[in-house]
């Protein structure tokens, strides 16, 4: 792909994208009492061009209709991803509450710079059986994860991960980033944050593998193959016991996008959702990605095409090809990063490491 992982390997290496997380988390949690949920917000400070891409048959989601490229606004100022189910939506109020004060929005009167509305997409994971099901992520919990933005972020049980279980293991929230280094996306960044809490596997019951490091291979990720023993313990975890899971996400782009390129980019991103987790996508997920272009790294297409297509076709075609690689790595790294939470066992615990 021409091309290397950012210096954080991180959805904040995309010049304009600041992650934060707000959660609760009682050492002592287990399924259906202690708290063990929260909330992560990607913050772009000056709004982003936005789209979003919903797959799963049970999405929990806000402002979805508004990114519609066919729709009027153009930008979100925040993506929220959320536990707690329809009910962390609340959440985005909190966020809401943090822009307006900051001034961060759409400005509604020329004479009062205070008279903003923030646009703030968001989408849920269930997890309420995590930890007690009426302790979940409300507008405090939002406006704190939104005051918490900034490049550096933590990774696994965090978050809007804190509750996550991904098939029989631990989910959590990963992230991963691409820098293309020749070609005609040359200079550009895509990174992605993920929220893995799917139905479905996301390791191979035969190598022990997880499903995502298909296309780079175990070593990418430091991995050694299990023991027989190991093995055999991983694939006599019962199967996830609830009818709603969901793995949620943003993918976003230094790259000038107009809403249109952007719902490409976030329809592309789940190819690399469905090569990791098996199977994607099912009644019982609500599979949604946002798409974000900041726009920090605009540059003039300078390959000629026929002007039945876009100027920047050939950039996009890099761009969606590694929206799905930064989305699979993104998911592998919420795995392995995730910890053992209310019992659930995580994949480091299974398989060492």
């Known amino acids: 792909m021409n091309s290397t992982a950012g210096p954080r390997n991180s959805i904040t290496d995309v010049g304009g994208v600041l992650v934060g997380h707000h959660h609760v988390l009682d050492p002592n949690a287990t399924l259906g009492a202690g708290a063990a949920t929260g909330c992560t917000v990607v913050r772009v400070p000056g709004g982003a061009v936005a789209s979003v891409d919903v797959r799963g048959g049970g999405p929990g989601t806000r402002e979805t209709d508004l990114l519609d490229p066919g729709n009027t606004v153009r930008q979100a100022n925040a993506i929220l991803l959320t536990g707690g189910s329809a009910y962390g939506l609340a959440a985005a109020d909190g966020v809401m509450r943090w822009l307006e004060e900051h001034r961060e929005g759409i400005p509604m009167d020329p004479a009062d710079p205070s008279r903003v509305v923030p646009i703030v997409p968001g989408a849920v994971i269930f997890d309420l059986p995590v930890g007690a099901w009426d302790i979940r992520p409300g507008a405090d919990a939002g406006f704190l994860a939104a005051d918490a933005a900034g490049p550096e972020f933590a990774r696994g049980s965090a978050g809007a991960g804190v509750g996550a279980r991904a098939g029989s293991i631990k ?128 540059q003039q297409p300078n390959f000629p095409l026929p002007p039945a297509f876009p100027a920047d076709l050939l950039i996009l075609d890099q761009l969606c090809t590694a929206a799905a690689v930064c989305v699979e790595r993104a998911i592998v790294d919420a795995i392995l990063s995730a910890t053992t939470v209310a019992g659930i066992p995580s994949y480091r615990d299974l398989f060492g490491g």
């Open 171 to 298: 989910g959590g929230i990963g992230t991963a980033s691409v820098r293309f280094t020749d070609g005609p996306a040359a200079g550009i960044t895509v990174g992605a944050v993920i929220v893995a809490n799917p139905v479905g596997s996301v390791f191979d019951p035969r190598t022990g593998f997880p499903w995502g490091a298909g296309t780079d291979g175990p070593e990418f990720f430091g991995l050694r193959a299990p023991t027989a023993a190991q093995l055999t313990a991983a694939n006599a975890l019962a199967v996830k016991g609830t009818v709603l899971n969901t793995t949620i996400g943003a993918v976003a782009t230094d790259a000038a996008l107009d809403p249109a390129a952007c719902r490409r980019l976030a329809t592309t991103a789940h190819d690399g959702l469905a090569r990791a987790i098996r199977p994607a996508h099912s009644p019982l997920d609500g599979d949604t990605l946002f798409a974000l272009a900041t726009g920090t790294a605009e």
